[in-house]
């Protein structure tokens, strides 16, 4: 079965950028999606189609994506942006969709 | 406002059955892709299935395959996910989620807990 494979942590200290990878056979035909997850909430989305922003999404969130890794990159981190972080995309076929299995970002 | 309501988690016994809904709102259901996805606790999301707007297409995650069943009443605005054979593995909070690629709303979960 497909898999996207994410680091287990990152941390930086607040004001730094944050990178977070995720690595997928099928990510340079297929978009990578970025979810926010803090504790006991739902998810929420932060990128979509590997590098667009939803409304109300702040800036400093962005997207990348080249070969088979996309990068979610967050320029000045803050303490609030403390969270799971995690890649959603799908295999080849456009059928199986899978989530990367996660990043805690540590931010202090 | 977009609203996705998630009920019908509780406990039930291993090999057991649990019908999920999720009712809709705050949008035109039937214009959209669907989802299903469940959290065990303390373990990343995973995604166990959609269906297409009209229902005419589902799938579902290897684990879930001949024990779950997506399904959808457009009349209704809601969502299911009828679950069969459950196993402890099964365990986790389920979210209702609009959308496949990308999922853009969720719903705030249901726990279902298989245990003996």
């Known amino acids: 079965s497909y898999e996207l494979t994410q680091p287990p942590s990152v941390s930086v200290s607040p004001g730094q950028t944050a990178r977070i990878t995720c690595s997928g056979d099928a990510l340079p035909k297929k978009y990578a999606y970025w979810y926010q997850q803090k504790s006991g909430q739902a998810p929420v989305l932060v990128i979509y189609?590997?590098?667009k922003r939803p409304s109300g999404i702040p800036e400093r969130f962005s997207g990348s994506s080249s070969g088979t890794m996309a990068t979610l990159t967050i320029s000045g981190a803050q303490v609030e942006d403390e969270a799971d972080y995690y890649c959603?995309?799908?295999?080849?076929?456009?059928?199986?969709?899978?989530f990367g299995g996660g990043t805690k970002l540590t931010v202090l | 406002e977009v609203q996705l309501v998630e009920s019908g988690g509780g406990l039930v016994q291993p090999g057991g059955s649990l019908r999920l809904s999720c009712a809709a709102s705050?949008?035109?259901?039937?214009?959209?892709?669907m989802s299903w996805v469940r959290q065990a606790p303390g373990k990343g999301l995973e995604w166990v299935a959609n269906i297409k707007q009209d229902g005419s297409e589902k799938y579902y995650v290897d684990s879930v395959k001949g024990r779950f069943t997506i399904s959808r009443d457009n009349a209704k605005n809601s969502l299911y996910l009828q679950m069969n054979s459950l196993r402890a593995e099964d365990t986790a909070v389920y979210y209702c989620?609009?959308?496949?690629?990308?999922?853009?709303?969720w719903g705030q979960g249901t726990l279902v807990t298989v245990s003996s």
């Open positions: 959603y995309s799908t295999d080849s076929s456009g059928n199986q969709w899978v």
């Open positions: 189609e590997d590098s």
């Open positions: 989620a609009r959308g496949a690629g990308p999922i853009d709303y």
């Open positions: 705050g949008f035109t259901f039937s214009s959209y892709w």
